[in-house]
């Protein structure tokens, strides 16, 4: 057990000082023989040591979502996962950035009021779609690079040999529709997580997105209020398979409901901290704490807008492009404000009769815009960073311990923020929770060995449920 101090320590003092403590109590701990030189590690010799760090663990990513085409094998145009083709996330981008583990994800989204046969059956084609190109990435294609990990045991041997590791997991149950069996059929296929919802309610239980259904005059919240009899079986029956139920996208009451009825740990593939940022797919103390009791383990997510609230950097933009006489900005990022002035003429490209001059003024203005932004408000109101995300680590591991909090990014399905914006770029996050004082023990806990730790459980649960069943 560390000392309570260096968890203060993470938070609350600057690097250099952090790092000094870090070693005073190492040497405290019994380390012994250490000299005065010792005692300052500079900025250089601690990125040296966090690269070390980051060279050992087991770096595991749970949630990249994966293009509807990919992996193809038949010379049509997709997702080819060993070219750098702009993407969040491929092999090369994994081995820069020493990302050893990749959960890619067999999303199917679900529409509205498609909870019917034919909705089911569209869905389970779309499952299996992206069930047969991760096959082709390590069956067919990359097979001598990457390799699929039905279970922590084979993450960690794949890993072993210097392989990069891929699993997969499943965001949403919708394409299961009513059919039981078909989780078995998932499990053959290497499904390593299932989620219970996504956005909307749908037949296993309720979704975090309240009011999904009905009209904006009589919004439907609740389907369920929670569990449905069917999500219960689902979940029973994802015991039985060893297949971890994730409860991220799930409403709070059918997270609660799923921890009860549950005899395996959970996850939450990705989701980050509400009392850091109030948003309903992110989990508050209370789910924290029931998720502790029930062994799980939380997925942070490196999605900016479940790290940091984007509205008041939206204001203070909107501001200064009222002040600048700007347009206002097209899209999101307004907010929805009704009435807050109309636009004042479009783009450069929708008014090709501007002359050289209107042109030049225009794209003067742009940058000046651009150069207040980045010295007036970037400093103010950042974008969601590293250091955010490493935040809602710390709260985690400071509510209920370093055993429950892990790592994800949700890149290439709206994930990536300023220093981990593509896999490349995965040391950053071991660089910093290495200026947070966090020992490489604790860091292979946060990077995989939770995780994995939860996936052991779930298969000697479904080994112990399936044994009881066969006497
Ligand atoms: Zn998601």
Redesign the pocket.
Known sequence: MRPGFMRLARRSLPCALGAILLIAAASCAGGGGETEADAVETPEELEARAREIHERVITADT?K?ISGNFAPTDGSDGEDPNERAGRKVDLPQMREGGLDLVFF?V?VGQGQGNLDDEGYTDALGAAMSKFDGIHRMVDDLYGDQIGLATSAAEAEQLAAEGKLVAAIGI?NGYPMGDDIALIARFKELGAGYM?IT?NGHNQLGDSNTAAWYGTEEEPQRALHGGLSELGREAIAEMNRQGIMVDI??AGKRTMLEALEVSQAPVIA??SSVTTLRDHP?NLDDEQLRALKENGGVMQT?ALGNYLKDPAPRNEAIAALREEMGLPAARGRGGRGGRGGGGRRGGTVAEQPELSDEERAEREASQAEFQSRVAAEIDPEFGQANVQDFVDHIDYVVDLIGIDYVGISS?FD??GGIEGWDNAAETFNVTHEMVKRGYTEEEIAKVWSGNLLRVWREVEEVAQRIQSEEGR
């Open positions: 949630h979502d994800v999303y965001e989620g996504h991220s996208h593939s990705h797919r997510v949700d399905g709206g």
